[in-house]
């Protein structure tokens, strides 16, 4: 994958392979930014499967590919956040 390619338009991914050293959390930091650079109308799964298919064999320790692994199950199972939703807070709200 080259730097402005479909999957990674900003070359992020493909960096973040080349830095020696780097740590899991330096890659989360850039797997947050480049997911944040997905079109909304790409599926980010789909997205991460493809950049997988191209550095997973070559780098499968690589702190990168474990992010992207990690990816894919975060976005697998999105979690509901936020408040109290259709349900009173206390039996005074009821009526």
């Known amino acids: 994958m080259k730097k402005g390619d479909e999957n990674d338009p900003k070359g992020l991914i493909s960096e973040a392979y080349k830095i020696e050293g780097i740590t899991a959390?330096?890659?989360r930091s850039i797997f947050l930014?480049?997911?944040?650079?997905v079109p909304v109308e790409r599926d980010t799964q789909d997205v991460i499967k493809d950049v997988l298919s191209v550095y997973e064999k070559g780098a499968p320790k690589h702190p990168m590919t474990a992010t992207l692994?990690?990816?894919?199950?975060?976005?697998a199972s999105p979690r509901r956040r936020g408040g109290w939703r259709g349900r009173p807070r206390s039996s005074n709200e009821i009526n």
């Open 33 to 37: 930014d480049w997911a944040l650079g």
């Open 25 to 27: 959390g330096e890659c």
């Open 69 to 75: 692994r990690e990816g894919l199950k975060t976005l």
